[in-house]
Protein backbone atom coordinates (compact mmCIF):
# COMPACT_ATOMS: atom_id res chain seq x y z
CA UNK A 1 0.00 0.00 0.00
CA UNK A 2 1.28 3.62 -1.23
CA UNK A 3 1.16 6.16 2.17
CA UNK A 4 1.38 10.12 2.11
CA UNK A 5 3.74 11.72 4.15
CA UNK A 6 3.75 15.48 5.60
CA UNK A 7 6.79 16.32 7.05
CA UNK A 8 6.94 19.04 9.43
CA UNK A 9 10.62 20.79 10.68
CA UNK A 10 10.02 22.36 13.92
CA UNK A 11 10.93 22.72 17.46
CA UNK A 12 10.87 20.81 21.02
CA UNK A 13 7.41 23.58 21.99
CA UNK A 14 5.74 22.56 18.89
CA UNK A 15 6.09 19.64 18.72
CA UNK A 16 3.68 18.19 20.74
CA UNK A 17 1.05 20.17 19.96
CA UNK A 18 1.91 19.28 16.04
CA UNK A 19 1.57 15.21 17.20
CA UNK A 20 -1.75 15.64 18.46
CA UNK A 21 -3.31 18.25 15.71
CA UNK A 22 -1.85 15.09 13.10
CA UNK A 23 -3.63 12.56 15.14
CA UNK A 24 -6.95 14.69 15.56
CA UNK A 25 -7.25 15.12 12.28
CA UNK A 26 -6.67 11.56 10.68
CA UNK A 27 -2.94 10.61 10.61
CA UNK A 28 -2.42 6.78 10.88
CA UNK A 29 0.70 7.66 12.47
CA UNK A 30 3.16 10.29 13.82
CA UNK A 31 7.07 10.05 14.44
CA UNK A 32 9.20 12.50 15.39
CA UNK A 33 13.30 12.30 14.59
CA UNK A 34 16.01 14.49 14.96
CA UNK A 35 16.83 17.07 12.29
CA UNK A 36 20.01 18.30 12.95
CA UNK A 37 22.06 15.13 14.29
CA UNK A 38 21.93 16.00 17.91
CA UNK A 39 22.57 13.33 20.51
CA UNK A 40 19.92 12.94 22.83
CA UNK A 41 21.18 11.42 26.27
CA UNK A 42 20.03 8.93 28.63
CA UNK A 43 16.85 10.35 30.13
CA UNK A 44 15.55 10.21 33.87
CA UNK A 45 12.60 7.90 34.02
CA UNK A 46 9.21 9.85 32.99
CA UNK A 47 11.06 12.40 30.20
CA UNK A 48 10.73 12.78 26.86
CA UNK A 49 13.49 14.59 25.44
CA UNK A 50 13.14 16.74 22.32
CA UNK A 51 15.96 17.58 19.77
CA UNK A 52 16.61 21.38 19.18
CA UNK A 53 15.74 20.73 15.49
CA UNK A 54 12.91 18.34 15.20
CA UNK A 55 11.15 16.63 11.90
CA UNK A 56 7.40 15.53 13.06
CA UNK A 57 6.03 13.15 10.23
CA UNK A 58 2.41 12.23 9.82
CA UNK A 59 1.47 9.57 7.30
CA UNK A 60 -1.57 9.38 5.60
CA UNK A 61 -3.50 7.02 3.37
CA UNK A 62 -2.73 7.47 -0.55
CA UNK A 63 -6.04 9.07 -1.30
CA UNK A 64 -5.73 11.64 1.03
CA UNK A 65 -6.33 14.93 -0.33
CA UNK A 66 -2.98 16.83 1.17
CA UNK A 67 -4.04 20.60 0.52
CA UNK A 68 -7.19 19.93 2.66
CA UNK A 69 -5.06 18.17 5.52
CA UNK A 70 -3.15 21.28 5.39
CA UNK A 71 -5.46 23.87 6.10
CA UNK A 72 -7.09 21.28 8.94
CA UNK A 73 -4.06 20.94 10.15
CA UNK A 74 -3.20 24.92 10.50
CA UNK A 75 -7.06 25.22 12.46
CA UNK A 76 -6.00 22.39 14.89
CA UNK A 77 -2.65 23.38 15.14
CA UNK A 78 -4.12 26.89 15.87
CA UNK A 79 -0.84 29.41 14.26
CA UNK A 80 0.85 29.01 10.82
CA UNK A 81 2.35 25.68 10.22
CA UNK A 82 6.38 25.35 10.24
CA UNK A 83 8.36 24.48 7.01
CA UNK A 84 6.67 21.66 5.95
CA UNK A 85 6.39 19.08 2.73
CA UNK A 86 4.23 15.79 1.70
CA UNK A 87 5.26 13.59 -0.32
CA UNK A 88 4.53 9.55 -1.36
CA UNK A 89 5.74 6.75 0.48
CA UNK A 90 6.05 3.58 -1.68
CA UNK A 91 4.93 0.49 0.05
CA UNK A 92 7.73 -1.12 1.79
CA UNK A 93 8.40 -4.58 4.14
CA UNK A 94 9.43 -2.29 7.16
CA UNK A 95 9.76 -5.27 9.40
CA UNK A 96 12.11 -6.84 7.29
CA UNK A 97 13.74 -3.67 6.63
CA UNK A 98 14.22 -3.18 10.10
CA UNK A 99 15.47 -6.61 10.86
CA UNK A 100 18.31 -6.42 8.15
CA UNK A 101 19.90 -3.46 9.52
CA UNK A 102 20.65 -5.49 12.69
CA UNK A 103 23.75 -7.57 12.34
CA UNK A 104 25.69 -9.91 14.46
CA UNK A 105 28.32 -7.56 16.47
CA UNK A 106 31.66 -9.41 17.16
CA UNK A 107 32.64 -7.96 20.75
CA UNK A 108 36.11 -9.29 21.34
CA UNK A 109 38.26 -13.07 20.99
CA UNK A 110 34.89 -15.12 22.65
CA UNK A 111 31.92 -12.84 22.80
CA UNK A 112 29.13 -12.15 20.16
CA UNK A 113 25.99 -9.96 20.05
CA UNK A 114 23.37 -11.42 18.01
CA UNK A 115 19.75 -10.86 16.92
CA UNK A 116 17.54 -13.93 17.71
CA UNK A 117 16.45 -14.17 14.14
CA UNK A 118 20.40 -14.27 12.86
CA UNK A 119 22.35 -17.45 12.38
CA UNK A 120 25.35 -16.94 15.12
CA UNK A 121 28.25 -15.75 12.73
CA UNK A 122 30.17 -18.48 14.84
CA UNK A 123 28.46 -21.11 16.50
CA UNK A 124 31.02 -22.19 19.12
CA UNK A 125 31.75 -18.42 20.19
CA UNK A 126 29.43 -17.04 23.32
CA UNK A 127 26.94 -15.62 21.47
CA UNK A 128 24.33 -13.08 23.08
CA UNK A 129 20.93 -13.34 21.71
CA UNK A 130 19.01 -10.03 22.02
CA UNK A 131 16.90 -7.90 20.04
CA UNK A 132 16.39 -4.03 20.36
CA UNK A 133 13.06 -3.13 22.46
CA UNK A 134 12.62 0.02 24.77
CA UNK A 135 15.77 -0.40 27.40
CA UNK A 136 19.16 0.88 26.72
CA UNK A 137 21.67 -1.65 25.28
CA UNK A 138 21.63 -3.06 22.09
CA UNK A 139 25.88 -3.70 21.89
CA UNK A 140 25.72 -1.05 18.88
CA UNK A 141 26.49 2.22 20.80
CA UNK A 142 29.99 2.60 21.61
CA UNK A 143 29.80 2.54 25.61
CA UNK A 144 28.19 -0.93 25.15
CA UNK A 145 30.83 -2.25 22.81
CA UNK A 146 33.41 -1.37 24.91
CA UNK A 147 32.31 -2.58 28.07
CA UNK A 148 31.30 -5.88 26.37
CA UNK A 149 35.08 -5.64 24.81
CA UNK A 150 35.70 -5.24 28.37
CA UNK A 151 34.03 -8.24 29.85
CA UNK A 152 35.62 -10.67 27.09
CA UNK A 153 38.87 -10.41 28.15
CA UNK A 154 38.00 -11.15 32.18
CA UNK A 155 38.11 -13.97 33.98
CA UNK A 156 34.81 -14.16 35.57
CA UNK A 157 34.50 -17.84 36.18
CA UNK A 158 32.20 -17.88 39.35
CA UNK A 159 32.12 -14.41 40.32
CA UNK A 160 29.54 -11.96 41.25
CA UNK A 161 29.03 -9.11 38.61
CA UNK A 162 27.31 -5.77 39.59
CA UNK A 163 25.82 -4.41 36.49
CA UNK A 164 24.69 -0.12 37.66
CA UNK A 165 22.58 0.94 35.23
CA UNK A 166 21.99 -2.55 33.78
CA UNK A 167 19.41 -0.96 30.93
CA UNK A 168 18.13 -3.75 28.66
CA UNK A 169 20.70 -6.46 30.67
CA UNK A 170 22.94 -6.74 27.52
CA UNK A 171 26.41 -6.32 29.87
CA UNK A 172 24.97 -8.63 33.01
CA UNK A 173 24.11 -11.55 30.90
CA UNK A 174 27.22 -11.29 29.27
CA UNK A 175 29.05 -11.67 32.25
CA UNK A 176 26.71 -14.84 32.92
CA UNK A 177 27.05 -16.30 29.57
CA UNK A 178 31.29 -15.84 30.29
CA UNK A 179 31.09 -18.00 33.51
CA UNK A 180 30.26 -15.25 36.08
CA UNK A 181 28.25 -17.05 39.07
CA UNK A 182 25.63 -14.29 39.50
CA UNK A 183 24.82 -11.44 38.76
CA UNK A 184 22.82 -8.09 40.61
CA UNK A 185 21.50 -5.97 37.86
CA UNK A 186 19.88 -2.32 39.29
CA UNK A 187 18.08 0.25 37.38
CA UNK A 188 16.15 2.91 38.41
CA UNK A 189 13.58 2.12 35.61
CA UNK A 190 11.42 -0.52 35.85
CA UNK A 191 10.83 -1.20 32.44
CA UNK A 192 14.64 -1.61 32.05
CA UNK A 193 14.30 -4.96 34.96
CA UNK A 194 11.62 -6.27 32.63
CA UNK A 195 13.95 -6.04 29.51
CA UNK A 196 16.75 -7.27 31.67
CA UNK A 197 14.65 -10.52 32.85
CA UNK A 198 13.35 -11.00 29.52
CA UNK A 199 16.67 -10.63 28.12
CA UNK A 200 17.93 -13.40 30.46
CA UNK A 201 15.10 -16.03 29.78
CA UNK A 202 15.83 -15.59 25.66
CA UNK A 203 19.19 -16.84 26.65
CA UNK A 204 18.49 -19.94 29.16
CA UNK A 205 19.64 -17.74 31.90
CA UNK A 206 18.25 -19.17 35.17
CA UNK A 207 15.96 -17.11 37.45
CA UNK A 208 18.14 -17.47 40.59
CA UNK A 209 21.41 -16.39 38.69
CA UNK A 210 20.56 -12.84 38.27
CA UNK A 211 18.89 -10.37 40.57
CA UNK A 212 17.27 -7.31 39.60
CA UNK A 213 16.65 -4.54 41.83
CA UNK A 214 15.45 -0.79 42.30
CA UNK A 215 17.78 1.75 43.68
CA UNK A 216 15.70 1.44 46.74
CA UNK A 217 15.59 -2.10 46.89
CA UNK A 218 19.57 -2.19 46.71
CA UNK A 219 20.49 -4.08 50.39
CA UNK A 220 22.96 -2.21 52.91
CA UNK A 221 25.66 -4.98 52.55
CA UNK A 222 26.01 -4.99 48.88
CA UNK A 223 28.66 -6.60 47.26
CA UNK A 224 30.24 -8.10 44.54
CA UNK A 225 33.75 -9.36 43.07
CA UNK A 226 33.26 -7.08 39.72
CA UNK A 227 31.61 -3.47 38.91
CA UNK A 228 30.13 -2.54 35.80
CA UNK A 229 28.46 0.41 35.49
CA UNK A 230 27.67 2.00 31.95
CA UNK A 231 25.32 4.90 32.87
CA UNK A 232 25.88 8.60 32.48
CA UNK A 233 29.66 10.43 34.32
CA UNK A 234 27.04 12.86 36.84
CA UNK A 235 25.97 10.05 38.44
CA UNK A 236 28.91 7.91 38.04
CA UNK A 237 30.57 10.68 40.30
CA UNK A 238 27.53 11.32 42.65
CA UNK A 239 27.58 7.04 43.22
CA UNK A 240 31.50 6.40 42.94
CA UNK A 241 31.71 6.33 46.91
CA UNK A 242 28.44 3.36 46.90
CA UNK A 243 30.14 1.85 44.07
CA UNK A 244 33.69 1.41 45.67
CA UNK A 245 32.17 0.17 49.01
CA UNK A 246 30.41 -2.85 47.07
CA UNK A 247 33.67 -3.88 46.11
CA UNK A 248 36.33 -5.76 47.87
CA UNK A 249 39.83 -4.64 47.38
CA UNK A 250 41.63 -5.78 44.13
CA UNK A 251 38.25 -5.89 42.61
CA UNK A 252 38.23 -4.64 38.80
CA UNK A 253 36.04 -1.84 37.43
CA UNK A 254 34.43 -1.02 34.27
CA UNK A 255 32.62 2.97 33.86
CA UNK A 256 31.75 3.95 30.82
CA UNK A 257 29.08 6.44 29.07
CA UNK A 258 31.72 9.23 29.69
CA UNK A 259 32.46 11.71 26.75
CA UNK A 260 36.19 12.40 25.96
CA UNK A 261 35.52 15.48 27.44
CA UNK A 262 34.22 14.58 30.82
CA UNK A 263 37.16 11.58 31.14
CA UNK A 264 39.60 13.46 32.98
CA UNK A 265 36.72 14.27 35.88
CA UNK A 266 36.22 11.13 35.87
CA UNK A 267 39.37 9.79 36.38
CA UNK A 268 40.31 12.36 39.21
CA UNK A 269 37.32 11.27 41.21
CA UNK A 270 37.49 7.32 41.12
CA UNK A 271 42.01 7.70 41.86
CA UNK A 272 40.46 7.91 45.64
CA UNK A 273 39.35 4.77 45.60
CA UNK A 274 40.83 2.79 42.44
CA UNK A 275 44.63 2.05 41.10
CA UNK A 276 45.74 1.51 37.50
CA UNK A 277 43.05 3.65 35.62
CA UNK A 278 43.29 2.64 32.24
CA UNK A 279 40.89 4.76 29.47
CA UNK A 280 39.92 3.29 26.41
CA UNK A 281 38.08 5.62 23.68
CA UNK A 282 35.67 4.78 20.94
CA UNK A 283 34.46 7.49 18.48
CA UNK A 284 33.69 10.19 21.15
CA UNK A 285 32.84 7.79 24.27
CA UNK A 286 35.73 6.30 26.50
CA UNK A 287 35.59 3.50 29.03
CA UNK A 288 37.32 3.62 32.38
CA UNK A 289 38.84 0.49 34.23
CA UNK A 290 40.64 -0.28 36.93
CA UNK A 291 41.11 -1.90 40.18
CA UNK A 292 40.31 -0.63 43.58
CA UNK A 293 42.52 -0.04 45.92
CA UNK A 294 44.03 -2.78 48.48
Same mark, same amino acid.
Given at each position: ??????? &??????????????? &??????????????????????? *??????? =??? %???????????? #???????????????????????? @???? @????? /?????????????? +??? @????? +??? %????????????? $?????????????? =???? /???? %???? $?? $?? *?????????? *???????????? =???????????????????????? +?? =????????? %??? #??? &?? $????????????????? #??????????????? &?????????????????????????????
Amino acid at each position: MTWLQLR &LDTNPASAPALEDAL &LEIGAAAVTMEDNADQPVYEPGV *GETPMWQ =QTR %VTGLFTADTDMD #AILVALETQFGKALPPHRSEILED @RDWV @REWMD /SYHPIQCGERLWIC +PSW @REPVD +PSA %VNLLLDPGLAFGT $GTHPTTWLCMQWLD =QQNL /SGLT %VIDY $GC $GS *GILGIAALLL *GAKRVIAIDNDP =QALLATRDNAQRNNIDDDRIDCLL +PE =QIPSNLHGD %VMI #ANI &LA $GPLISLAPNLAAALSPE #APICLSGILNSQAEE &LLTCYRQWFNALELNAKDEWVRINGKKKP
